[in-house]
C-alpha cells in the first residue's frame, strides 16, 4: 500500500516536499516514481528513482526544480518540489515498480499506485 502525502495550497516561488510511505518490507527492491495529473491533462511523469536511489531519471519539465529521494529505512520516497508555478497544479501520485532494476518513466510499467496528494499553487 502506497500512501502519498505533503500536499496542499502555496503560492508561486513556494516549496513542497511531498512522501510516499510504503507498506512491505520489500520497498527497498522497488523503483519508485512520482507523476501527476492536471484537470482535463493525460498523466504526466515527473521522476523517479532506482531501488538504492543510485540512479534516478527527471522530467525536463521540472528538471532543476523538482528532486526525488528516498529513505528505505523509512520506506517512504520524497518529491522535492521548489520555486512552485500555478501550471504545477494536479494530483500527485507515488508508484511503485516491483520489478525495477532502473527507474522507468513508463507509467504502465508501475505496479502499485498511491491515492493522490493535491498540490494547488496560486499565483
Known amino acids: 500500500q502506497l500512501q502519498a502525502s505533503g500536499g496542499g495550497p502555496v503560492q508561486a516561488g513556494d516549496s513542497l516536499r511531498l512522501s510516499c510511505a510504503v507498506s512491505?518490507?520489500?520497498?527497498?527492491?522497488?523503483?519508485m516514481g512520482w507523476f501527476r495529473q492536471a484537470p482535463g491533462k493525460e498523466r504526466e511523469f515527473l521522476s523517479a528513482?532506482?531501488?538504492?536511489?543510485?540512479?534516478?531519471i527527471i522530467a525536463d519539465s521540472v528538471k532543476g526544480r523538482f528532486t526525488i529521494s528516498r529513505d528505505n529505512d523509512k520506506n517512504t520516497v520524497y518529491l522535492q518540489m521548489d520555486s512552485l508555478k500555478p501550471e504545477d497544479t494536479a494530483v500527485y501520485y507515488c508508484?511503485?515498480?516491483?520489478?525495477?532494476?532502473?527507474?522507468?518513466?513508463?507509467?504502465?510499467?508501475?505496479?502499485?499506485w498511491g491515492q493522490g496528494t493535491l498540490v494547488t499553487v496560486s499565483s
Open positions: 508508484a511503485a515498480d516491483r520489478y525495477g532494476v532502473e527507474p522507468v518513466a513508463d507509467a504502465g510499467e508501475y505496479d502499485y
Open positions: 528513482i532506482s531501488w538504492n536511489g543510485g540512479y534516478t
Open positions: 512491505g518490507r520489500t520497498f527497498s527492491s522497488y523503483a
